[in-house]
Structure formats: C-alpha cells, structure tokens
C-alpha cells in the first residue's frame, strides 16, 4: 500500500497542498499570545468551594473558570486587552460585530454568484454549497476586525466553515481569498470542503478552552468552548487554582498559574505563542500548558514550499518559524520583549523600539537579554539610515523586517530579523529590501550602491542559504557543504532540523554520523528531524540501536517518530525496549485517532495497521479516510493497491475509475492507473497512463522516472534514457534518477555518458556509496 509523504511518521498530515484558510485565520492575530485578560457580559463569577487556607495540591487539576472578573484584580491588563485582535479574534455574528455589507450585497468570483443579506434578525450568505447549487447559509460567527473580516458558515453536523469570500475592511469591499484559482464546488479548496473546515483548522487559535467535540461514529461535532476570542486562560492555562489562591493568600499575578509567562524562558514565552502563531501540525485535540511545543505540535522546518532559502517567508506561517532562527531568539528576546502581550500592539513605537538595543552605547536597556558584541552605534545616523528620516527607509523594520502582502491585503513583516544584501539576493534568486524597494533600478546597481555603502568584505564562514542552494539544485560541492553546516554548532534548532531533511539526498557514512549525532540534540525538532533522517539512510531492522533509546524521550513527537521508524521490526525484535515501543507506539495510535475526521489521519491509521499485523482493520480506515474527504486522492489510490494485494482486481479498477471520472485532471490518479496495469502485466496501458500523468505534472519526477521504468521494460531504452535526463534537468538533486539512467546508458553502451554522470555523482557527493561500486 503506498504512503503518503507525510503518513509513516507524522501525525494527521495537512492537506496535499496550503489551505488558504489556514493563512487568513492566523493573520487576524497578532504577534502576540503571552496573555489577555477577558471581560464577559453576563458571566457568572467563579465562586470557590472550599474553606479558609486550602492545599492547592489538594485541588487537582487547574479548570478553565469565567473570565469576568480577573479585570477586578487586573485593571491595566482588561484594559490593554479589550478592543485587541485577540479579545475579537471570534465573535458570535451581530450588528457589532459584522463589519461585511449584508444589505442585498452580491459578489461574483470564480464563476459563482454570491448573495449576502438578513434574515431573522441574522446574518446569511447565498452561495454554491457541497453540491454546486445555491442555497442559504447562516453566518455564525465573525473572524477578525482588521485588514480583513471572514465569517463561519453553518453547514449540517456542527460544521463550520470558513467562506472563501472576505471583507476587505479598509476598501469595504468583498473579495475572494483565493482569486484567480478557479477554486468552485469541484475544488477541494472550496469553502464547503474539508480543507476549510473550522472545528479542525481554524476555532482553536480563536477562542479560549476549545473542544472540538468530534464524534468519529456519526461524523459530527459538538464543539465548545469556554469564551470566543483569545482570553486569559488561552495563553496562561486554567485560573481555577489561582482564583483560590488569590483568595485565600492574598494578590500575587501569577499565582497558582499552570504556566508563570512573566518569569519562564523566551524558550517557553514563544512556544506558548507558537501554539497558534506557527505553522504545525496537531498531535491532538488538546494541549498541556508549561510542557514543550513538541509534546502537542509538529511544527514545519523550513521548508521550500514555505521558506526561501535565506529564511525568509514564502506563505503564511504565523512568525515562529523565522523568529525562532534569529539572532534575536539566540539573545533571549520573546514576542513580548517587542508586543505588549495583553494589547498585541508594539512597546514602543517607530525606531525607539530596536534602539532600546542597538544604541550609541552598545548596552540593551531591556531586561534578560544577551548584549554581548552589540555594536555602539548611532543607528539612526545618516551615515547608516542613507535614507531621509520619516521616509521609506528610515525605519528598522524597513530594512530588517522585509514583507509581503498575503490574501490580497495582508501585509505581514518578516521576523527573521535578516540583514539585506541585495548582490547575494540577485545571486540566489531571495527578495531582499533593497531590490523591494526600488524596483524601478536595476538590480545591479542597487547591488553595486550598498557595496558601496555597507561594504562589509567577504564572510569567511560557509552561509547557510548559500549551502542551502547547493544542496537543493543539486550542484558540485553540494554535500560538503551540506556536511560543514551540520558540523556547526550555532545553528539554530529550525536550520539545522531543514538541513537534516536533506541528509536523504547524500547518503554516506559520514550523513549517517551526522544524523546519529544529533539523536542526542537538545532541541526536540532536532531530534525529531534526526529520527527521519535515520529512517531514510537506513532499513528498518539496522535502526534499533540508535532509535530505541528515543523511545522514552521526554517529548512526545519525538517518541512516536522513533516508535513509527522501528515498526517494521515488530516488537519482539527490540529486546529490552519492547515495552517502550509498545507504549511510544500505542501514543502513535492515540494521536491518529484524536484526528480522525482528518483523511490523513485515517490513512496513517491504516498503514499503521498494515505495518502491526492488524490487516484486519486497513480497509476499514483506508475507507473511512475517503468518506471523510473524497478529495484526499493518496486514500483512493491505497485503497486501489490494497485491493490489488488481495486479489480483489476489479473492486480496485472500480475504486480507480470512479475516482478518474471526479478528478480526470489528478496526475496521481494517472500514475496509480499505470502501476495498477503493471500489477497486471499491461505495459502498454500502463505506458500510456504513466504519460498523462507526466503531461499533467512534467516537473513531478516520481511520475518522469516511472515512465522511463516502463519504456525500459518495453525496449525503448533512448526514450527511457531521454526521460531520465528529463527529470534530472529538473530535479538534478534526485539520487534515484540518476542511478538508474547510469545503468540505462551502461546497457546501451554508452561508456562516456555513464563516466560523466559519476563524475557529476562525485562532484555532488564524493562518499556515495554507489560511487564505491563502480
């Protein structure tokens, strides 16, 4: 049964591509997250029940409580945070809420029509639904006040869901989230799909104490909550223990808090943040205050479909993954070192607020933080600034927190704190301030005029986004370079994590160590990117002793990554670890069915199944997975195989045609088409789906390689060899393609062709162990 990419050893995997909705929900948010201080109309007080002097140990677990009254104690911080993006993060839809023209308004975007009006003292939207056809849809709640406004949908089963048409707050006008693609009833994008479903993806990081309430037997929810928007309890944990204390001990802010935010780590401040302002992957429906990030989420590295390979942000992905590879994080600054946590605006306003650091002294006037090497500068001097105060340029963030507007109009600040440099920009293909300013010179002598003025000599350390371009377009000197950024020891936890994913694509006894090494790392997205790492150099039964020690490792992602890579051992073959596979296995499982009303999930279920001898129970979930989102196409095609593997040939080829007729434009439905041919013994046919699913995909090699398997098979050695060199053109990176056209090339003869593809081998990673078969 074919996994999907994410499925051995990840928990619910996200959509197979970025849902729009995901981006806009977070953006409303600011950065911020340390805290707030909710007032409730008509709230009921929390009352204590016990006597004078009690054990708050005695009391058991802390409970989320109604945040009327902690303005009573905590005036300055209520006042603060009422009126923030936090407190109207989610608001019930009412005329002070709504902020959108519902007065017969109507709206054409991507070929639908969209009516907006009032109803029974009620919000209501007219609109294509699930099935293409118009109907009326209750608005229930309103997300965000600024720059935009999007609103739930009430669909049948306690859904809701996140409309793909917005209102524009500053213009007043409606616009589509995702203009331009085609995005209608059929798309798995559109409003009405799982992958805009809010109970999952958007409710949590938008209101206080959320439960999502999914009952897995019927398919619906009962989601509550303790208050809509971001309150109190959402940043500081449930204040049950710490009204007692107040009461019986007297007023102290942090008292009886699971998680103190005015005395922990920056560590800990901006996991705390991260929980919604990162782009992660759920572990389960809950988290635990005071624990790690990892123990609830799996956040993204930095990936090429999010990052640029300077660090810089592609898509939405809420701050913490560019913040968190700062110099700024290394120096002990939060996200409220900057953003006063409770109003989410900034402390001080233009550039006092990074002067309060880099000033003429040198010395930070900030509490906790590391200024050791601070320059003392003038950095508001024009002999720095080069541009005209109260002018662009003129501010810090200008130059030092680049952005982009997302979803039309959202701009959103980078908060890699970088240094711009528009030459190696040009050289690598990164945006940069400079060229972003000035779009009307030419690249070059804007280059030429900061060399001129910042002239800063040549870095004699290898520079992460210089390797990272090697290392992605496979080019000579790519796993050297590689190999000496992992043997640094300043990388931040997230680069260095990026640079394991990429280990897989230079095997050699020397990756190997790396990864090994950093089994043992302190940060647990270093771990866990190093369990993958070793899952992919390695075959199952050689990864024992170094995974299973991490099979008590005090995180669960961690945990469950390691117990995932050894399960094709069985237990029985792990010694003295089998009770810990067990237990970090059943937490693997656990996690999968906290998600099932996710496709994902219930595919990494039915793996999962297939991997522990429970063949029984694989159908089952890899059917469930298609009811729960019949657009999620990994679900059909494993279907489709293990059908196939039970000889079960034309429930499969049903499974697959029907699929063909809803999604005849699916690359991957095409090349399950092919293999399913070949399962049969039908190259041809197999041939030629193996060509479609190229011409939808040409840059998709696992598609370019099948296809050349096949004309190889059938005799068509140049064309197989044409194709290879197709997909190596475009992913000249790929180990696989370029092993297997080095034995086409050596069939037909064809010597001088096979030494220059190992010379390139060679040049690319010289301790390939092909290289020592040759």
Known sequence: ???????????????????????????????????????????????????????????????????????????????????????????????????????????????????????????????????????????????????????????????????????????????????????????????????????????????????????????????????????????????????????????????????????????LQVETCARCHARRVPLDGDHAFGKRLMDDYLPSALTRELYELDGKFKEQVYEYGSFTQSRMYARGLSCSTCHDPHSGGVRVEGNGLCTQCHNPSGKSTVAGIDDRGLKARDYEAPEHLHHTAGQPGSQCVDCHMPGKTLLGNDYRHDHGFSLPNPGRALKLGTPDACLGCHKDVAGQAVAEQFEHWYAQGKDPAPRYDESLALIRNGRPGASRALFQQLERGDLPAIRRATLLAELPGYPSERALNLAANDLNHAAPQVREAAVRAVNALLPPEQRRDLLAPLLTDPVRAVRIIAARGLLGMGSTGLGNYEKAWDKAIAEYEAVQLSLAERAEANLNLASLYQGNGRADQVEGRLRTAIERDPDFLPARVALVQWLDANYRWEEGQKVLAEALREHPEAALLHHAQGQAALRKGERQAAIAAFREAVRLEPGNARYGHALAAALHDDGKLEEACRRLELVLESNPVNREARLALIGYWREAGQIQKVQALLAELEQLNPDDPALKRE
């Open 1 to 267: 049964m074919p996994k999907h990419p994410n499925a051995p050893d990840s928990p619910a995997s996200p959509p197979s591509r970025p849902s729009y909705v995901l981006p806009v929900l977070a953006a409303l948010l600011l950065l911020v997250g340390l805290g707030g201080w909710l007032w409730v109309q008509g709230g009921k007080p929390y009352v204590p029940t016990r006597g004078p002097g009690p054990s708050l140990a005695d009391q058991g677990p802390a409970q989320m409580v109604d945040e009327q009254q902690c303005g009573t104690c905590h005036a300055p911080q209520a006042k603060a945070w009422k009126g923030s993006h936090h407190q109207l993060a989610m608001q019930d839809a009412s005329p002070r809420s709504v902020q959108g023209d519902f007065d017969d308004a109507r709206f054409e975007a991507e070929g639908e029509s969209t009516r907006f009006f009032r109803k029974d003292d009620g919000y209501w939207v007219n609109t294509p639904g699930p099935d293409g056809h118009p109907a009326d849809f209750k608005v229930a709640y309103a997300f965000g006040v600024e720059p935009l406004q999007q609103y739930l949908l009430e669909l049948p089963g306690g859904r809701l869901q996140a409309f793909g048409i917005a209102w524009d707050t500053q213009k007043k006008a409606w616009f589509h989230l995702a203009s331009g693609q085609g995005i209608d009833f059929r798309n798995p994008q559109h409003w009405s799909k799982p992958s805009q479903n809010a109970n999952f993806q958007c409710i949590d990081c938008h209101s206080t104490g959320y439960v999502r309430g999914y009952d897995d037997a019927t398919g619906t929810y009962a989601s509550h909550w303790a208050a809509p928007g971001v309150g109190c309890q959402a940043c500081h944990g449930p204040a049950s223990l710490h009204l007692e204390w107040a009461r019986f001990k007297g007023l102290h802010s942090q008292a009886g808090f699971t998680l103190d935010l005015a005395r922990t780590s920056n560590r």
